[in-house]
């Protein structure tokens, strides 16, 4: 079935350093999400992208949709302790049928202050 | 809007046990996913309804799970009887049509422990 892969796993970082992960898959989509999962919620959208090389921005976090629609990276710019959680990617084919929107494994971010 | 909202929060269960998990989706909202989480698999799709028909159960793992949707606002997922391997969180969500272009709203889970 479809699959995506994300990465790196897990990240640790010092407070103020950038960040970046990414999602690759062998099938093309013509959505891609980001979410934040903080500890014990559920998952909360990020960034929504609908068009491929489409850059969009959400305050420090930048997301890109991949021109081949088959990848995507997330961007932290300066990060804060607050950016600790899990950042999932998503994505989805919409305009067919629901229940299509598959999940990476997460990227898990720690940030020591 | 509360949000979509689930319970209980924590479930801990012997196993064998009956165990009913309990949605609330978005009012308005006419599909309702049910996902499940672990370290191994991630998020799962178990099952979604759209305007409170099972649409695609093909993620339900085994006949010893069930789900239900007996109105718009609200499903049970129903695990019986239980095993220690059912341990997982497991996530209600909802959308409308046009509104999964954003992706689906999640609740905040049901963490199960089956022990």
Avoid at chain 1, 24 to 51: C, M, R
Avoid at chain 1, 74 to 96: E, K, Q, R
Avoid at chain 2, 74 to 103: H, W
């Amino acid at each position: 079935g479809q699959q995506l892969n994300q990465s790196p796993q897990s990240m640790f970082i010092q407070e103020g350093e950038d960040v970046s992960m990414n999602c690759t898959s062998s099938s093309i989509f013509n959505t891609w999400l980001w979410y934040k999962q903080d500890p014990g919620e559920g998952p909360v959208l990020l960034i929504a992208l609908y068009k491929a090389g489409e850059l969009t921005s959400n305050g420090r976090l930048t997301a890109q949709f991949g021109i081949t629609r088959k990848d995507s990276f997330l961007n932290i710019s300066a990060s804060i302790p607050s950016d600790v959680g899990i950042y999932f990617c998503a994505a989805m084919n919409y305009g067919g049928s629901q229940g299509n929107l598959i999940f990476g494994k997460g990227t898990k971010l720690s940030v020591k202050p | 809007d509360a949000g979509v909202i689930q319970s209980p929060r924590h479930e801990v269960t012997e196993m064998g046990q009956e165990v009913t998990l309990r949605c609330k989706p978005i009012s308005g909202h006419d599909y309702l996913f049910w996902y499940r989480q672990t370290m191994m698999r991630g998020l799962e799709l178990l099952i979604y309804f759209n305007n409170n028909v099972p649409i695609d159960d093909s993620g339900m793992p085994e006949d010893r799970f069930s789900a239900k949707m007996p109105n718009a606002s609200f499903s049970t997922l129903k695990i019986q009887p239980s095993e220690p391997r059912d341990s997982a969180v497991y996530f209600c969500a909802s959308s409308t049509r046009q509104g999964a272009m954003n992706g689906y709203t999640f609740g905040s889970g049901t963490r199960l422990t089956v022990v």
